[in-house]
């Protein structure tokens, strides 16, 4: 949405984000950016070979035909110099980037992570090979140039598949992980972790996240599809308990790290499906007073609902960056006996149609 002002984007969001709750619950004025540009503290570039040269952009939408791309106003400005850098060095190292239908070639995309408040850099190196010619001038190269890359991995992706990143990591360079701050408090990043692209706007909207749960030093909290902890570990300084959960082990790992270092002795995370842990939870007859979930774009399930609701909550604080599923699934809440309070809508995704938003929901 670049050619529309950003005034008009925002009055957009808002339309719509009213539209799709009306009858839910009364939505409130979007919270826009002061400076909308070069936001995104993550950047991924697909790496392909057209007319004789190496190319770098994304995928057209519905296809895997790359759009080549130098630099994009939504981007970090320093990763897309990055990406570039390194498109120069596979052209003067000869790596041959790789091709989809043949399955040949070395170099597949190249992930750039930007810690905003702390300036680490992470580079990640997407090959469908483990053996990396020159490797370590390879990284030297680009370090010789962009001397603030504080890690460089590189990670083994060889499936046909629209899947980014594969399952095998090698550090090249580094300590293999970056961190950043967010609301006062200090996150490590790895390459195959979840963190929010735009910490700027991330911050305003866990803030109300945090206003809306209402805790009081007491509460026993669930923190659901709970990441690398960050919701988790910021509430835990204002409640009792609070218990992290989350399938993806890379992801848990960093949380307990990330609540280590930030002496966060209230919080224990659980490598599991939060539907099951939760059903598991209700069948001992446990409870909890506040639960916090902030799924993908596809949203929540039935399932999961009726396992929040087994709990009895008196509150569950719903951070939605799909407007449409949120609708959707505020209807089943409402089914389980849980009444939306107000929509707080946030664009952490200035330029684009995506909006994110959070609800409170009371027993």
């Not at 204002?238 to 930030?262: C, F, Y």
Request: hydrophobic content about 35%; overall charge neutral; proline content about 4%.
């Amino acid at each position: 949405m670049l050619d529309i002002p950003y005034d008009e984007q925002l009055k957009r969001k808002q339309r719509n984000v009213e539209r799709l709750l009306s009858g839910a619950c009364k939505v409130q004025p979007v919270t826009g950016m002061e400076i909308p540009f070069h936001y995104r503290n993550k950047v991924h570039a697909v790496f392909g070979f057209q007319k004789g040269e190496i190319i770098s952009g994304v995928y057209q939408e519905g296809s895997h035909r790359i759009v080549p791309v130098k630099s994009c106003m939504i981007e970090d400005e320093k990763a897309d110099e990055i990406i570039g850098t390194v498109r120069e060095l596979a052209k003067s190292f000869k790596i041959r980037t790789y091709d989809e239908d043949t399955g040949f070639g070395l170099l597949r995309h190249v992930l750039v992570k930007r810690g905003f408040a702390t300036g680490e850099i992470m580079v990640v190196l997407v090959t469908a090979s483990p053996v990396f010619p020159s490797r370590n001038h390879f990284v030297k190269a680009l370090r010789d140039r962009h001397p603030e890359i504080t890690t460089v991995i590189q990670n083994q992706n060889d499936r046909s598949t629209s899947m980014v990143l594969g399952d095998k990591e090698r550090v090249l360079y580094g300590k293999g992980y970056i961190e950043d701050e967010l609301c006062g408090c200090r996150f490590r990043i790895s390459g195959k972790s979840f963190y929010q692209v735009n910490p700027v706007q991330t911050e305003k909207l866990y803030g109300k996240a945090m206003e809306l749960a209402g805790l009081t030093g007491q509460e026993t909290v669930i923190d659901a599809y709970c990441g690398t902890g960050t919701i988790g570990i910021i509430a835990a300084a204002k409640a009792g308990r609070v218990i992290g959960v989350e399938l993806n082990p890379d992801a848990v790992r960093d949380a307990a790290a990330n609540a280590k270092r930030n002496r966060t002795e209230n919080i224990q995370f659980y490598q599991n499906d939060a539907t099951a842990f939760m059903t598991g939870m209700a069948a001992q007859g446990e409870r909890a007073d506040v639960i916090f979930m902030d799924p993908p774009r596809s949203g929540s399930t039935e399932e999961f609902i009726r396992a929040a609701a087994a709990l009895k909550p008196s509150r569950v604080v719903y951070i939605s960056c799909n407007p449409e599923t949120l609708a959707r699934d505020l209807k089943v809440f409402k089914q389980f006996g849980y009444r939306a309070g107000e929509c707080w809508p946030y664009d952490l995704f200035p330029h684009t149609e995506h909006c994110e938003a959070v609800v409170v929901l009371s027993r």
